[in-house]
């Protein structure tokens, strides 16, 4: 069996943990609530009948991007984005780790 030592196995076991976070989507998701284009409909008297509606957004080359949600992906969306939130940390935790490494003689 091929010696390791406990640092080599916290780093492999924090380099691992990357690639088990799952599905990830960037950016910002916000929830508003908005009247639809039915005339009839009481989200155009009543404000607490209004539609909610969630919209995704995020920065490319500066610029901000938004891609409205449909309802059948509000879930996934929601899942995706926590994931990323996730990944991002992992990412910083294995980084720290591998800048102790560097400093270290
Ligand atoms: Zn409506």
């Known amino acids: ?24 989507v960037e950016g910002t998701l916000s929830t508003v609530r908005r009247i639809c284009g ?3 409909c009481r989200c155009r008297t009543n404000p ?21 949600i449909p309802v059948a992906h509000l879930e996934e969306a929601e899942l995706w984005s926590k994931n990323y939130k996730r990944l991002k940390k992992q990412i910083r935790k294995v980084s720290d780790f591998h800048k102790k490494l560097l400093r270290s003689k």
């Open 1 to 24: 069996m091929k010696y390791k030592t406990a640092v080599q196995r916290k780093q492999k076991k924090l380099i691992r943990s990357l690639s088990q976070v799952g599905p990830i």
């Open 48 to 68: 607490a009948k209004k539609h909610p509606a969630m919209f995704l957004t995020w920065k490319e080359n500066q610029i901000t991007q938004t891609l409205y």
């Open 38 to 40: 039915n005339p009839g």
